[in-house]
């Protein structure tokens, strides 16, 4: 890669492999919150926005996806699930410093949480 490279949800201050210097606000803006702009949406009718931060986590995880696939079976509208999930080789932390990173850093900006959710899947 080039450098410079980063998603638009990540973090101010945030370094990785292919963005060194880290994200400022006066070079990338601030990061997207994207599950609360999607819940806007009138079409949305599912949005939540879960971790893989802990094995309890991993476990709600599997249970939004498989909400969302339930909404789109029923034709109910757009499902959204947003993973919050740790990258260790390219933020340059161990597996165990990437997960204590996610819930320190991540899980403030990002709150883990339902959105929207049709009464008929809940």
Not at 39 to 48: I, K
Not at 60 to 73: M, S
Not at 90 to 113: D, F, H, I, Q, R
Request: proline share 6%; charged share 25%.
């Amino acid at each position: 890669m080039t450098g410079g490279q980063m998603a638009p949800t990540t973090l101010l201050g945030q370094k990785a492999t292919t963005c060194t210097n880290g994200r400022t606000f006066e070079q990338a803006g601030s990061p997207i919150r994207m599950a609360e702009i999607i819940a806007t949406l009138d079409g949305a009718v599912y949005v939540e926005r879960v971790s893989l931060a802990s094995p309890a986590e991993v476990r709600k995880a599997k249970k939004a996806i498989k909400r969302a696939f339930e909404v789109q079976e029923k034709k109910l509208g757009f499902s959204f699930i947003e993973i919050l999930s740790t990258c260790p080789t390219n933020w340059g932390l161990t597996p165990v410093a990437s997960l204590e990173w996610l819930k320190e850093n991540m899980m403030e900006y990002y709150p883990v949480k339902q959105f929207k959710c049709p009464e008929e899947v809940k």
